[in-house]
């Protein structure tokens, strides 16, 4: 604006000197007559001046339900329409023609026409916590369950690349795993949003067939999903796994479909990999019923591999997991090994009801396992798992959790003012309880010796946990939790004595964690 008004002043002298300067030299030397200013002509050029955009303060409240929910870096990709509508909201510095904002807290810069885009989003998450009741009970492996310890859940990074349709993810996670200091990779994939609310992907992706993985792990009611959303979704999908396909979605439903290969870095911890995993994923939900006040879903999701990686030890797995806490305790709940699989497949349904700022939701799903036909007079044995949960969530104060079409899912409370004592408010907060079962036992077998097939009796073990939190959200941007967990995993047939579970455990854990997104 100086510069401007600078040359402005240059322009009114030089007219001035123009019209009143003196006939001569001489004159001008011995008497200088006092100068008027002449009014400008309709064609002479007249000074403009710009003055600086007034910039409206941040918007800290009130907000309605949809421009409250927290912010999540895992939303689906925008189109090139619908990010050049976004960013048409926010505010941006123009430099040299390139935008530079923060749509939702996320730095970005865009050509002026937004073709062109980058931008880096980050979700961190840090737990702290421990166990109580956990003890050992004869010879028993005391197992690894610390009173008090930390995990850096997940360190991702989220960098886009855009070109109008075309846009590049690629997300390392310095927080991979239940274990602190494990780095991975969360995704790097290709999409292409030109086509009406469909995004069509290629590359390493997590392709949601659960409505709790579908709700983005920034969005959890709990630490950590279910057990049995954890067993089936990795089964041909989870975290990095090398996916073809894509989702549509309408206001009142959505599909999606992918084919599947191996995880990223499969090769790398097995190097003894000949052939790699092939499989699908698929999903689809519908709400039939809503309202201002009511929501209701419904959907299914199905996933099969249908060839799990050969290496050395032949086609082989193995189903286990945590006790839904992420703190790199030991695995009790197991399938013991399954070898010589010829696929493995899972399908079930899903349902979620809302109520005002009450919410219930949950979902089923069984699991076969089917064995190889050595021989040609023996049918492939075929061994079944299965696993719920049911999940309830109230919010107290701030805007009850709604409904994303673009997901087909439920999504968090709104924080309809800024955490802000002075002035009575106190940001948004939910509490939460949920029973979940996996049951892993069979008395199908999983071992095979030459062409017969041996029954050992029932393998495997079940799990039980009842979990209730609280989740308080301060603003879009930061999230605490608190949860309180509740187990119960039996033992299972060829347990030795001094395994961590040979008569089963049972036990407590209060953790909690704190989270950033952007």
Do not use: C
């Amino acid at each position: 604006m100086h510069r401007e008004m600078m040359g402005e002043i240059h322009r009114l002298q030089a007219r001035v000197d123009k019209y009143e300067h003196t006939s001569n030299l001489q004159s001008r030397k011995i008497s200088r007559a006092p100068r008027t200013l002449t009014a400008a002509g309709p064609d002479d050029a007249q000074p403009q001046f710009r003055e600086d955009p007034v910039v409206p303060p941040a918007n800290h409240g009130p907000r309605s339900p949809n421009d409250s929910r927290i912010a999540l870096p895992e939303g689906p990709v925008q189109s090139w329409s619908s990010f050049k509508a976004a960013s048409a909201k926010d505010e941006s510095v123009d430099i040299g023609g390139i935008k530079i904002g923060f749509p939702k807290g996320r730095p970005t810069i865009a050509s002026d026409d937004k073709a062109y885009a980058f931008s880096i989003g980050l979700l961190a998450q840090e737990d702290f916590g421990g166990f109580m009741g956990v003890g050992q009970r004869g010879k028993e492996s005391a197992g690894n369950f610390n009173k008090f310890t930390e995990n850096a859940r997940r360190l991702r990074i989220y960098m886009s690349w855009r070109y109008k349709d075309w846009v590049v993810n690629v997300t390392p996670d310095f927080g991979a795993n239940n274990s602190d200091g494990t780095v991975g990779l969360f995704e790097a994939n290709m999409n292409y949003t030109g086509l009406h609310n469909t995004t069509l992907t290629v590359g390493y992706f997590q392709p949601r067939m659960e409505e709790d993985s579908a709700e983005r792990s920034g969005a959890f009611e709990f630490l950590e999903r279910p057990t049995i959303v954890d067993l089936v979704r990795n089964i041909a999908g989870g975290v990095a796994r090398f996916s073809i396909g894509g989702e549509h979605y309408e206001k009142r439903w959505l599909v999606a479909g992918y084919f599947t290969g191996q995880k990223y870095g499969d090769r790398t911890t097995d190097k003894t990999i000949t052939d790699s995993q092939t499989g699908a994923v698929f999903r689809a939900a519908g709400r039939p019923y809503v309202s201002k006040d009511i929501d209701v879903h419904v959907g299914v999701g199905a996933t099969a591999a249908f060839k799990v990686n050969q290496s050395g030890t032949g086609r082989t797995t193995t189903f286990k997991d945590n006790v839904e806490i992420p703190l790199g305790e030991t695995q009790l709940l197991t399938s013991n090994a399954l070898t010589n699989i010829s696929q493995i497949w899972a399908v079930g349904p899903q349902f979620g009801f809302r109520y005002k700022k009450f919410l219930l939701k949950g979902e089923y799903y069984h699991v076969g396992v089917q064995h190889d036909n050595v021989a040609a007079s023996i049918d492939p044995p075929a061994i079944g798992f299965d696993g719920w949960y049911v999940a309830a969530n109230y919010t107290l104060f701030g805007h009850g959790r709604g409904y994303n079409e673009k997901i087909a899912a439920f999504t968090t409370p709104g924080v309809e003012y800024d955490f802000d004592p002075a002035k009575g408010h106190w940001g948004a907060l939910e509490v939460s309880g949920r029973w979940s079962v996996t049951d892993l036992r069979t008395s199908g077998t999983t071992k095979m010796t030459g062409t017969v097939i041996s029954t050992a009796g029932e393998t495997g073990n079940k799990q039980t946990v009842w979990q209730g939190g609280l989740n308080w959200y301060p603003n879009q941007h930061i999230k605490v939790m608190l949860d309180y967990t509740h187990f119960s995993v039996s033992s299972y047939n060829g347990a030795k004595s001094t395994d961590a579970n040979f008569f089963g455990r049972s036990g407590n854990a209060v953790v909690g964690r704190v989270q950033a997104a952007f």
